[in-house]
């Protein structure tokens, strides 16, 4: 890169250095405040693959969202209620996404809303119920459906919707994706993980073709990523190789914070604020307003 597109671009740090991505560093400015609130882009966090960190990206991204004065709602869509407990909710003891999927349509989501202990970030959460709900929905009408109809009474209420999925390409994960308006792909810097990434762009298309034509892949975020090895290296040059600008500039390193913030139910912006993994989602979520997938 020349140094006159350089300076053309003053959010890269230093001419020549390259980020984990092969790209040149760079650090994402904080957004300006919002000057009004909603409708909500809703986005989904989905990977088929257990493991790879949508739980930890969705609670730290929604609450790095929130950070910069945006109203953010989580849904907890994978029956292991993960999500839930990183926020301490009781999910046994509050409605949840189970009665509103199944619920008529005269049932206000907004009893099953929960607020965190973060200003301006709300969830709804789910518990091992969610598991029955795809043998229940089957035989319902416009059953791929079932979120966008709960989600639509209250995307006015707020500027982000992240949707964490279950790890399965099954009637849950098609209902996240025919309710989004865009996808991100938390993708773990492994073999294993990097197989299924092309299962699931092929399902986002059919999605688009068949039910959702709106929707977008906004970005593949690389996580669990470790400079020290070369596995991490190579994979994560694979992936841009394979998917060049839908790969986010933003990785997340591997650190033991992570399940170390998990075990104190706190995002990482919380527990750590100054270790370069909450500094990660930071910049994360400046990306994402960046790249237009965020207001």
Do not use: W
């Given at each position: 890169m020349t140094q006159t597109m350089l300076d053309d671009r003053p959010d890269v740090l230093a001419e020549g250095v390259l980020g984990p991505t092969g790209r040149p560093l760079r650090e994402f400015a904080i957004p300006a405040p919002l000057t009004q609130h909603g409708?909500?882009?809703?986005?989904?966090?989905?990977?088929?693959?257990?493991?790879?960190g949508k739980t930890t990206t969705t609670v730290n991204l929604g609450a790095s969202l929130a950070a910069l004065g945006r109203r953010v709602l989580l849904i907890d869509f994978d029956p292991q209620g993960a999500l839930s407990a990183n926020f301490k909710v009781q999910a046994e003891d509050v409605p949840t996404i189970y009665e509103l999927l199944l619920g008529s349509s005269t049932v206000d989501p907004r009893i099953a809303i929960q607020h965190t202990q973060i200003?301006?970030?709300?969830?709804?959460?789910?518990?091992?119920?969610?598991?029955?709900?795809?043998?229940?929905?089957?035989?319902?009408?416009?059953?791929?459906?079932?979120?966008?109809?709960?989600l639509r009474r209250v995307v006015?209420?707020?500027?982000?919707?992240?949707?964490?999925?279950?790890?399965?390409?099954?009637?849950l994960t098609v209902n996240a994706l025919t309710a989004a308006?865009?996808?991100?792909i938390?993708?773990?810097?492994?073999?294993?993980?990097?197989?299924?990434?092309?299962?699931?762009?092929?399902?986002?298309e059919k999605v688009r073709d068949r039910l959702n034509p709106d929707i977008?892949?906004?970005g593949?975020?690389?996580?669990?990523?470790?400079?020290?090895?070369l596995h991490?290296?190579?994979?994560?040059?694979?992936?841009?190789?394979?998917?060049?600008?839908?790969?986010l500039e933003t990785v997340i390193s591997r650190t033991v914070k992570f399940p170390d913030a998990s075990v104190a139910r706190e995002p990482i912006m919380e527990y750590a604020p100054e270790h370069r993994a909450a500094t990660a989602y930071r910049q994360l979520a400046c990306e994402l307003v960046a790249r237009g997938a965020i207001a």
């Open positions: 409708p909500a882009r809703v986005i989904a966090l989905c990977n088929q693959k257990g493991g790879v200003e301006g970030l709300d969830i709804i959460p789910a518990n091992i119920d969610l598991s029955a709900a795809e043998v229940h929905l089957v035989n319902e009408v416009a059953r791929e459906q079932s979120l966008a109809r709960v006015r209420d707020y500027d982000v919707v992240l949707i964490d999925c279950q790890p399965s390409l099954g009637l308006h865009g996808v991100v938390p993708l773990a810097c492994e073999y294993f993980a990097l197989r299924g990434v092309a299962l699931l762009v092929e399902t986002i977008a892949l906004d593949i975020v690389g996580t669990m990523y470790d400079s020290r090895t991490s290296r190579e994979v994560l040059e694979r992936v841009v190789e394979a998917f060049d600008a839908d790969v």
